[in-house]
């Protein structure tokens, strides 16, 4: 595992359309020396992503294309499909697990979460 | 799971609660963090299991002159405060009980005194606490009692001076009052008023002395109260008469009063009550010039064994101004200073009585209005006295040798009453039971019933006279060995060898003065046994003093004229006293031969009373014994105490003529 020291310096898209739980998340990796951009939708995402961020953290559930078709993009695509990518999701099944997974993400969280599992997948991603 | 069961809102609401705590979490932690960086106190806490410093404060590394944790751990390995620290650990410390201590540390080049204050969180397994500079508080409070040691020292060097200097200058004030006493009795009238001038400015300054000693005492705790058994309306009483001469020269009443309920005789220290009592009553007088003065003694309650006695004193004088009137108790402070300069004194007195009473446990307490007089009160407990004070108790401080008596049951054999009252008088202050017989019968009745440690015997007395009393007494078993002292007019040399003869122990000439009276006790009371050595030493000692020690009791002249008011009158009346005292001693040698008794003793007794005016003490000592024969004549043999007065009356005239100054 990554200490907090080896993630400063390391940039992170995140992306959930509520802006209180992308901001707080946000919040918690600035503070701890991450460069942060934050997007509200799949759009925005697909946008920044030229931002090329070591690690990306996405809700599943946006208006617009979902988190999990901006997922299948980005790992289509040869530039943006080695980016870690860690999914969020209030949808906790089984069969909701695994259809991230084969979206092609690299972590899946169910929610709730608390902020250090979040930074516990980030050291993991961007370790592997 | 039970994430299971959750449905996806759910989640979504449960999420937005987690990141709320969260948020209030690090803002607590933050807020935490703001108060542990910026403290004044140096803040840390210390992993248990590793022995190292996890956080500290700015404070503290300020606090060591340390810039990093790394030369924390090492100052706290090197002081072994890890170690102590290690006491958290052990069962008493559990909880929220906190280890507190005190360490020297060497912070750069200087040593410092560092107090650690710390408890265990045993949960979290660390140590966490504050450390405090403590250098400057300590040193101050060492300062500080450095500082009251040396004042401590410094007073008690001051108390210790004033008692030595005070009695280094009662020394030679002794010399002075002793010297001018014997120049007040030279003779010479302005010389003798001088004198007494001298003495009266030497009471003052001895006053003073012995109020200075009296405070420098109180304040080295130097002062211990004694508890022997005294009589207090005797005391009280004493007391108020020797004021009664100035009381009467300022015209003022005194009114004294004690309550009826108060017991007789209580344990207590006669000299320091009879010393506030004198204060408070001397002050009264001295600052009331008309009206009266009162002293109220009562019983105020009776608690633990003890009579809780109130004293008021209470006058018309010009009273206390009421901004004064607590500042009166301090030391050396009068009302006023112009009451400094009217009145004189040191302003000690009231503040030596406050002490006092306080020491005796009791309070004192003073009301004044301007004007219209002054009520000083204490209450003090004393004790009741368990043992029925058959003896009085010692009570003036005088010359030493003077002081003490051991106590005695003593037989005063004395038909005069005079004379009676004169020996009980001196012998008051001291531990002595005396009972007196009025005749030599009544004497040998009350040795035969009662066990007595020495008799004090008139020899002329009517029905039995002494010198019959000691032969009969000499020869009862428990008479052989008892001290007998019999007492005479120094006029009857003859006396002297008779009182010898028929085994009295010693000899006392009259009139009786207070120093020989307590020698001669104090020589025979001291020796146990009245052995035959101490006997020839007394005789020996009486009889070579023949009559030298009383050519002062012929005629006491300087002191007679100076009574008078004027050496010429003084001579007039001492030359017809003389001259009318040959005419009495030629009708009573009449009058003997033919046994008119009546005539005889009249004249006697004429005689006397005139040689007493005169203060001619011996030949009124004998024509008393002469007067007393003539009473009741019985067949005695009148004429030797007819030619000791004839005797004496030619030595007064002789000394007369030699001494009178015109």
Redesign the interface.
């Given at each position: 595992m990554l200490s907090d020291d080896e993630l400063k310096g390391k940039s992170v898209l995140i992306a959930d359309d509520?802006e209180?739980?992308r901001r707080?998340i946000a919040k918690?990796l600035r503070s701890r020396g991450l460069t942060v951009y934050e997007a509200g939708s799949g759009d925005e995402v697909l946008d920044m992503v030229s931002e090329k961020p070591h690690a990306i953290i996405m809700d599943v559930q946006m208006p617009g294309q979902d988190g999990l078709e901006v997922a299948r993009l980005l790992k289509e695509k040869e530039d943006t499909a080695s980016i870690p990518l860690i999914l969020l999701s209030?949808?906790?099944?089984e069969s909701d697990i695994e259809l991230g997974y084969a979206m092609g993400a690299d972590h899946y969280l169910?929610?709730?979460?608390?902020?250090s599992q979040i930074l516990g997948a980030l050291r993991e991603a961007i370790h592997e | 799971m039970s994430?299971?069961f959750?449905g996806?809102?759910e989640?979504?609401l449960?999420?937005?609660e987690?990141?709320q705590l969260?948020?209030q979490k690090l803002a607590l932690e933050e807020q935490y963090q703001y108060l542990f960086e910026n403290a004044l106190a140096g803040l840390f806490r210390i992993d248990v299991k590793t022995s190292r410093v996890l956080t500290a404060n700015k404070e503290l590394l300020r606090t060591f002159g340390v810039e990093e944790l790394v030369e924390l751990d090492y100052l706290f390995h090197k002081y072994r405060i890890f170690e102590e620290l290690e006491e958290l650990k052990n069962d008493t410390y559990s909880g929220e009980e906190s280890l507190t201590f005190s360490s020297p540390l060497l912070i750069g080049k200087e040593e410092r005194m560092i107090r650690f204050s710390a408890r265990y969180k045993v949960e979290y397994q660390v140590i966490e606490g504050a450390a405090r500079d403590i250098t400057s508080l300590v040193s101050a409070e060492k300062r500080m009692l450095e500082a009251i040691r040396e004042a401590e020292q410094a007073n008690h060097a001051k108390s210790l001076f004033l008692a030595n200097m005070s009695h280094e200058i009662r020394t030679p004030l002794n010399g002075i009052v002793g010297f001018a006493e014997l120049i007040q009795q030279s003779g010479d009238k302005d010389i003798a008023l001088y004198a007494h001038n001298i003495l009266d400015e030497s009471d003052r300054l001895m006053t003073l002395i012995n109020q200075l000693l009296d405070i420098s005492k109180i304040e080295a705790n130097q002062i211990h109260l004694e508890a022997k058994p005294f009589y207090l309306s005797r005391l009280v009483r004493d007391q108020v008469n020797s004021f009664m001469p100035v009381l009467k020269g300022k015209m003022l009443d005194f009114r004294l009063s004690l309550d009826d309920r108060l017991t007789d005789c209580y344990l207590g220290d006669t000299f320091r009550l009879g010393q506030i009592l004198t204060n408070l009553i001397s002050n009264a007088v001295k600052f009331t010039h008309r009206g009266k003065i009162s002293l109220n003694i009562s019983l105020y309650e009776h608690k633990d064994n003890r009579d809780w006695i109130r004293f008021v004193i209470s006058d018309t004088g010009i009273g206390i101004p009421r901004e004064m009137q607590k500042r009166v108790f301090e030391k050396f402070v009068q009302a006023d200073n112009s009451i400094q300069r009217r009145f004189g004194g040191t302003g000690l007195g009231v503040a030596i009585c406050k002490e006092l009473v306080e020491l005796m446990g009791g309070q004192i307490a003073l009301t004044s209005r301007e004007g219209e007089g002054t009520e000083f009160s204490f209450t003090i407990p004393l004790a009741i006295s368990q043992v029925q004070a058959e003896f009085p108790v010692d009570e003036a401080e005088e010359e030493a040798d003077l002081n003490n008596l051991p106590p005695a049951r003593i037989l005063l054999v004395e038909d005069y009453k005079i004379n009676q009252d004169v020996v009980l008088l001196h012998l008051e202050p001291f531990n002595m039971v005396i009972d007196v017989a009025e005749n030599g019968e009544e004497a040998i009745l009350l040795f035969t019933r009662n066990h007595y440690d020495l008799i004090i015997m008139d020899v002329h007395m009517p029905l039995l006279s002494g010198l019959e009393a000691t032969t009969q007494i000499r020869k009862m078993v428990r008479g052989k060995d008892i001290p007998i002292i019999g007492v005479s007019a120094s006029a009857f040399t003859a006396d002297r060898e008779a009182c010898r003869r028929v085994g009295m122990s010693d000899f006392l000439s009259k009139p009786i003065r207070r120093k020989k009276l307590i020698d001669h006790l104090y020589f025979w009371l001291s020796r146990k046994e009245n052995d035959s050595l101490s006997r020839s030493l007394a005789w020996e000692c009486r009889l070579q003093q023949g009559d030298g020690d009383s050519e002062e009791l012929i005629l006491r002249y300087g002191e007679f004229c100076e009574d008078i008011g004027s050496r010429e009158d003084g001579n007039m009346i001492i030359t017809g006293f003389i001259e009318s005292a040959r005419e009495l001693m030629e009708e009573i040698f009449r009058d003997v031969e033919l046994q008119k008794w009546e005539r005889s003793h009249r004249n006697a007794h004429s005689l006397k009373g005139g040689a007493l005016s005169i203060m001619a003490d011996e030949l009124s000592e004998a024509a008393r014994a002469l007067e007393a024969a003539l009473k009741e004549p019985d067949g005695r043999d009148i004429m030797p105490l007819y030619q000791n007065v004839s005797r004496s009356l030619e030595r007064l005239d002789g000394y007369f003529e030699k001494h009178r100054i015109s």
């Open positions: 509520e209180y739980i707080h918690g209030a949808r906790a099944q169910a929610k709730p979460v608390t902020f | 994430e299971e959750l996806e809102s989640r979504r449960i999420q937005q987690m990141f969260e948020d």
